[in-house]
């Protein structure tokens, strides 16, 4: 997992090519320009990246959102304009009860456990690695909010 500001992007080239050309596009794009919704291989074609801006539902610490990793996929989060997000994150390792979907290379389970809460504000970042759990916790803003959030291609070694 990884936690930053956009002007940091520099440091994180190098983990893999489909991450490289994903921050590439973080570091050269306005993306709070686009509308909510999906952009597959935006602009990264031929790396199965997808892109999708999204205005999400607020909750808070009240609401029960499943935990959640990725098989094949990382989760690279932003905040781009008009809030905040919190995101809970443990090595999924941690947790048990995961139920799997191949389909979608999703698993999720409603357990509880201890987490970092990571506090996303505008131009922050969060990079999420199959190994590592996440969740949203609490997010708040006002109309306009979004972030996005790209798939990446996990690298398999």
Not at 10 to 31: C, M, P, Q, W
Not at 54 to 64: G, H, I, N, Q, T
Not at 98 to 103: F, G, I
Request: with cysteine; proline share 7%.
């Amino acid at each position: 997992m990884i936690i930053d500001t956009l002007d940091n992007l520099g440091f994180y080239f190098g983990i893999s090519k489909e991450l490289d050309a994903t921050l590439t596009v973080l570091r050269h794009y306005n993306l709070s320009l686009l509308k909510p919704g999906e952009y597959p291989d935006f602009p990264v074609e031929g790396y199965n990246t997808v892109l999708k801006i999204l205005e999400p539902r607020f909750v808070s610490e009240d609401d029960r959102i499943p935990w959640e990793y990725h098989e094949n996929c990382i989760d690279v989060m932003c905040v781009l304009q008009g809030g905040t997000e919190t995101i809970g994150y443990a090595p999924r390792n941690k947790l048990s009860g995961w139920k799997y979907d191949p389909e979608k290379d999703v698993a999720y389970t409603d357990e509880e456990c201890s987490y970092l809460p990571i506090r996303l504000e505008p131009n922050d970042f969060a990079i999420f690695f199959p190994q590592d759990a996440h969740r949203k916790v609490e997010s708040s803003g006002k109309v306009g909010y979004h972030k996005l959030l790209f798939k990446v291609p996990a690298a398999k070694k």
